[in-house]
């Protein structure tokens, strides 16, 4: 199992706003930030969101970071086709002393 | 344009030995430290291990301390990953990534995983 926990699926409809979550413990994302990666098929991962809501340069402003707690939320509004994808939240770990992982969320857009 | 290229994965026995290389372009080689993280089908992304612009400092994940030795070429603009007494969990895909200039947020600084490679498929099998 992942370190962080993420909802292993999601969808939508074209327009609508999804949301994927993680959480960690207080080691992790209780006491760091967090990255997003989208990891489409047959593509390179990509860095998307770094420091819980900075976006990369070039990251379409459609994608934004928060974060509540040790949670913390990824959300695409406006959801399109190009977003299918799996997403994937990344933390600090102060115990392990490593980064550390969730398992992915798989994004469809129905 | 940044490009990460991996090469020297394959199928190999259990108990035997691989080296990954991971040829970079589209930025200053030596200016960043690099990581390998490993994609596996049960337990998703992994980071691996990861070492310094200069070389001098190398980290690794306890699952692979002791068998696995990250090095680089700084001329070659060539990452590397020695992997040893190599066992079915080691079976994934092996990222080469950029670590980038990092960031800093609430007194601390921290690396990120900026550029990725395509991968190389490593199967350990008999």
């Known amino acids: 199992q992942s370190v962080l926990t993420q909802p292993p699926s999601a969808s939508g409809t074209p327009g609508q706003r999804v949301t994927i979550s993680c959480s960690g413990s207080s080691f992790n994302i209780g006491s760091n930030p967090v990255n997003w990666h989208q990891h489409r098929p047959g593509a390179a991962p990509k860095l998307l969101i770094y420091?819980?809501?900075q976006r990369l340069s070039g990251v379409r402003d459609r994608f934004s970071g928060s974060r509540s707690g040790t949670s913390v939320s990824l959300a695409i509004s406006g959801v399109q086709s190009e977003d299918e994808a799996v997403y994937y939240c990344a933390a600090w770990d102060d115990r392990l002393n490593a980064p550390v992982f969730g398992g992915g969320t798989k994004l469809t857009v129905l | 344009e940044v490009q990460l290229v991996e090469s020297g994965g394959g199928l190999v026995q259990p108990g035997g030995s691989l080296r990954l290389s991971c040829a970079a372009s589209?930025?200053?080689?030596?200016?960043?430290?690099m990581s390998w993280v490993r994609q596996t089908p049960g337990k998703g992304l992994e980071w691996v291990s990861g070492l310094s612009g200069s070389g001098d400092s190398t980290y690794y994940a306890d699952s692979v301390k002791g068998r696995f030795t990250i090095s680089r070429d700084n001329f070659k603009n060539t990452l590397y990953l020695q992997m040893n007494s190599l066992g079915a969990e080691d079976t994934a895909r092996y990222y080469c990534?950029?670590?980038?200039?990092?960031?800093?947020?609430?007194?601390?600084?921290?690396?990120?995983?900026?550029?990725w490679g395509q991968g190389a498929l490593v199967n350990v099998s008999s």
């Open positions: 420091a819980d809501n």
């Open positions: 990534v950029n670590s980038g200039p990092g960031y800093c947020t609430g007194g601390s600084c921290y690396r990120r995983f900026d550029y």
């Open positions: 589209g930025f200053t080689f030596a200016d960043y430290a």
